[in-house]
């Protein structure tokens, strides 16, 4: 349950820019592949920011907790998919 909490304690600091993508993409009518296929490519793009830059000592935390960069990514790209397909399916629906 902890780690649960941390895992979402860093999806905290990419929400905000989740919800504008998805908005973004419900705006141009995507579809659920080319919209997945783009959460994916921010998300690698991210992560290899994140760990080529001197942004990398953000992850001593996450270190210490034995959660390596790459399952932290891999939980915010799942969870990114499953609230981006959960958006597309209600704005189509709705709309």
């Known amino acids: 349950m902890i780690r649960l909490l941390v895992y979402l ?7 905000v820019w989740s919800i504008i993508i998805n908005v973004l993409l419900a705006s141009v009518d995507s579809d659920y592949t080319p919209a997945l296929l783009t959460k994916s490519f921010l998300t ?20 210490n907790l034995s959660i390596t960069p790459i399952k932290l990514f891999a939980f915010v790209l799942f969870l990114d998919c499953l609230m981006t397909i959960a958006f597309l399916f209600l704005t189509k629906t709705l709309l």
Request: glycine share 0%.
């Open 44 to 63: 690698i793009f991210a992560w290899y920011f994140m760990t080529e830059t001197a942004n990398k000592r953000q992850f001593t935390f996450y270190k």
């Open 9 to 15: 304690n860093f999806y905290k600091t990419f929400i």
